[in-house]
């Protein structure tokens, strides 16, 4: 059982539990002023750091390790995500009130792209995105926030991984969980603190992928499909054979799902 899970899961898996969804959590003082202000100061100022980091990355070949700490640190205290596979995705929107669609902050802070692939969810009469300012898109205040059912949602999740999303879910100040997102590796923010200078800003499913070797074809597809470096090949049997280094594999599931040979499952940790 991870960390997270002993501190906020009462001996479950720790976003499957219900108090980390909790109206109460939405009212404490602290966590409003931070959402009313999440997209400056968490999305675009942390762009703005990040191209300062990249380049030292570059020039160093590496950051400090009290750095590195730190904002591993700070991302699990404010706004920490975690990989989820598409089973626990449909499980999790299953169960909420209401879901609404908004437009992707990082992509739109990266490169101006309205994408919609960040869901807000809510558990309970009083969805936390009521007072959600729009105007960081260009639009009106209230403009922007579509309302979805249940059904709909999980299928338009389900249709963005099969173009290549990691399905992850985000606090709004830990422990309170407000977001599912559907990344990829050029448009999150977190995902590209993760490839481009190995700052981990969200953590592994609970999950890993493991290869059949009996069942691999050695087409390379799998290697294609993951966004994080974790698969490579090696000669068995005569062929080549796919292999997944645990340590590396965040445990999404998209290897599976571009295996037509069935040869990719996901296992607990």
Same mark, same amino acid.
């Given at each position: 059982?991870?960390?997270?899970?002993?501190?906020?899961?009462?001996?479950?898996?720790?976003?499957?539990?219900?108090?980390?969804?909790?109206?109460?959590?939405?009212?404490?003082? #602290?966590?409003?002023?931070? !959402? %009313?202000?999440?997209? $400056?100061?968490?999305?675009?100022?942390?762009?703005? +750091? =990040?191209?300062?980091?990249?380049?030292?990355?570059?020039?160093?070949?590496?950051?400090?390790?009290?750095?590195?700490?730190?904002?591993?640190?700070?991302?699990?205290?404010?706004?920490?995500?975690?990989?989820?596979?598409?089973?626990?995705?449909?499980?999790?929107?299953?169960?909420?009130?209401?879901?609404?669609?908004?437009?992707?902050?990082?992509?739109?802070?990266?490169?101006?792209?309205?994408?919609?692939?960040?869901?807000?969810?809510?558990?309970?009469?009083?969805?936390?995105?009521?007072?959600?300012?729009?105007?960081?898109f260009g639009k009106a205040p209230d403009?922007?926030?579509?309302?979805?059912?249940?059904? #709909?949602?999980?299928?338009? !999740? %389900?249709?963005?991984? $099969?173009?290549?999303?990691?399905?992850?879910?985000? +606090? =709004?100040?830990?422990?309170?969980?407000?977001?599912?997102?559907?990344?990829?590796?050029?448009?999150?923010?977190?995902?590209?603190?993760?490839?481009?200078?190995?700052?981990?800003?969200?953590?592994?499913?609970?999950?890993?992928?493991?290869?059949?070797?009996?069942?691999?074809?050695?087409?390379?597809?799998?290697?294609?499909?993951?966004?994080?470096?974790?698969?490579?090949?090696?000669?068995?049997?005569?062929?080549?054979?796919?292999?997944?280094?645990?340590?590396?594999?965040?445990?999404?599931?998209?290897?599976?799902?571009?295996?037509?040979?069935?040869?990719?499952?996901?296992?607990?940790?």
């Open positions: 059982m991870c960390e997270f899970c002993t501190e906020h899961g009462d001996g479950k898996i720790w976003y499957m539990n219900s108090k980390n969804y909790a109206q109460d959590l939405v009212s404490d003082l #602290n966590r409003r002023k931070y !959402m %009313e202000r999440f997209f $400056e100061t968490t999305i675009k100022d942390g762009f703005e +750091t =990040l191209g300062r980091l990249e380049a030292l990355f570059r020039k160093k070949g590496r950051l400090p390790g009290a750095l590195k700490s730190a904002m591993e640190a700070r991302a699990r205290v404010e706004h920490f995500g975690q990989v989820l596979p598409i089973e626990e995705i449909r499980e999790l929107i299953a169960r909420a009130d209401t879901v609404v669609r908004m437009p992707c902050a990082c992509r739109w802070t990266a490169r101006k792209e309205e994408k919609r692939c960040c869901y807000g969810i809510a558990f309970g009469p009083e969805p936390w995105y009521a007072n959600v300012d729009m105007k960081y403009a922007g926030l579509e309302a979805l059912t249940r059904e #709909n949602a999980i299928r338009q !999740m %389900e249709e963005m991984e $099969e173009q290549g999303a990691v399905h992850t879910i985000w +606090t =709004l100040m830990t422990p309170f969980i407000g977001a599912v997102c559907n990344c990829s590796l050029d448009g999150c923010l977190a995902l590209r603190t993760l490839s481009g200078i190995g700052v981990e800003t969200l953590a592994r499913a609970e999950y890993f992928a493991r290869v059949d070797e009996g069942l691999c074809t050695g087409c390379g597809l799998c290697s294609q499909g993951c966004q994080f470096g974790a698969i490579s090949a090696k000669q068995a049997h005569g062929r080549d054979i796919a292999v997944i280094e645990p340590g590396k594999c965040f445990g999404c599931g998209l290897c599976r799902r571009t295996c037509d040979a069935g040869a990719i499952s996901l296992e607990r940790r």
